[in-house]
């Protein structure tokens, strides 16, 4: 059978990857289904390991893999991971240098929508394209290369023939998630840890796969063909137990883009979390309708654990917000975070910036809705157009970066029309300084307890890099983090 290489892209940025390290959940599941099908896998995280294209050229000679298989990860559950591309494609390169009979595959949302950009370019050296969910295919694919069939004939696929690009057509989806099994035990865990405040190691599970609703900055919804599918709560809960007892895992980062779609389900699944005592924190990301809905067992989320909910407030204009096909509103936003703060659950809010229609006043109005919607934690993504999102298509004629690596939601990519794209740098330095200058008060008042070591644990961790991945002009972070300092 093969030996098949799984990598992680040696891509840092500022933003989520500065406050922990999470375990590439993806590959674990690739790999799982590798070692399913009686293949040999290894998971080489050079993310995470904070590795070199030169140490995954090592890895590779080291290894000698009969197939290397990437993607365009990235830890964040929003399907936005296109920055990584060009490094996912590197490794690619690295590995048909060392060896050109390897079999070189990609995967990831971006590639499942932009495989005939990838592939009409020559320099690039894949041989085949996973779209779509990769477990199903990746099992069907392997097999046709080990003599079980043609490999072009495996449905979900994009591959060359000559000058043409060919696509297979689609995978039939996976109808039972709880049949598939990461490889953990392929992970080096001592890698995973959260940074902030009480710390701990880290684990990403899945409790569910896809989106139904049709934000227009994200490829959820797409790529996952409008289908959301979910795990069993007892499975779920089973899998959070056993990483526990295996590798200490204490902090869980459900990584589904709606993890609390269903209600009754999602009930089950923290009465069990509850019944079985797990004493673990969680994070979560959902939808401030679903907050709204769940008024009454919101002291369910706490008890089981949960200490921090990411919402997408977005923007406070009308006219944005309709833009986004966001489906809420700003009262709405409100509500949610102030559900959340009674309930004593530390939360995190994003408002966007760089639109097209940008201006120092409409900055002005974001910071402002920031401060009054008094998230605990605030992040100001600037606007990127993914060329695969419908949002691409209103923003085409305003789009200046054609550097897929510069699509991290830091690096401003519209031009606005009565802005610079230096002055959206600078903006966003503004942004972040105006709110935590004025949030510093609040830490300053609030009582010693849980909330305030957490939330200045993790204003330490975005403040500290800042610089060397990216420079918020004008922004005056030394200022800031000697004022933390002092609160500390």
Known sequence: MSKILFITAPYHCWGVQVVGTWPPLHLAYLAGAACDTGHEARIFDAMN???????????????QPDLVMTLDYLPVTGAISTATVPYALRILNIAKEVCGQTVTLLGGPHPSFMYEEILEDRDNRVDYIITGEPEQTLKKLLAALNGAGDPKAVKGVAYREGER????????HIEDLDTLQPA????????????????GRMASILTSRGCDMDC????????????????????VVEEMEHLIGTYGVSFFTLIDAYPTKHRERWELFLDLVVERKLGVHLLIETRV???????????????????????????????????????TSFEQNKHALDLLREAQIITEASFMIGFPTETWDSIDSTIESAIYLNPDIAVFPVVTPMPFTPIHAQMKDRIR????????????????????????????????????????????????????????????????????????EGADMERMKERMKKVA
């Open 165 to 172: 690009v060919l696509y297979t057509g689609r995978q039939p």
């Open 401 to 472: 970066v054609f550097d897929y690596s510069k699509y991290n939601l830091v690096c401003p990519i519209v031009e606005p029309y009565q802005m610079t794209m230096a002055e959206i740098t600078q903006a966003l330095g503004k942004c972040y300084m105006s709110f935590y200058s004025n949030k510093m008060q609040e830490i300053v008042e609030m009582e010693d307890g849980f909330k305030r070591k957490y939330l200045l644990s993790a204003f330490m961790l975005m403040m500290k890099d800042h610089g060397e991945s990216f420079d918020f």
């Open 184 to 199: 953990w035990h392929l992970l080096d865990w001592e890698d995973y840890n959260y940074l902030v405040a009480p710390y």
């Open 289 to 327: 309708e679903d907050i709204i809905r769940d008024a009454d067992i919101l002291h369910k989320y706490r008890e089981a654990g949960i200490i921090h909910v990411y919402l997408g407030a977005e923007s406070a204009d009308k006219d944005v917000l309709g833009s986004l096909n966001k489906g």
């Open 49 to 63: 390991k904070r590795l070199s294209f030169d140490d995954i050229r090592r890895e590779i000679e080291q290894y």
């Open 216 to 235: 227009a900055f994200c490829s959820q919804r797409m790529f996952w063909r409008e289908d959301w599918r979910c795990r069993k709560p007892e499975k």
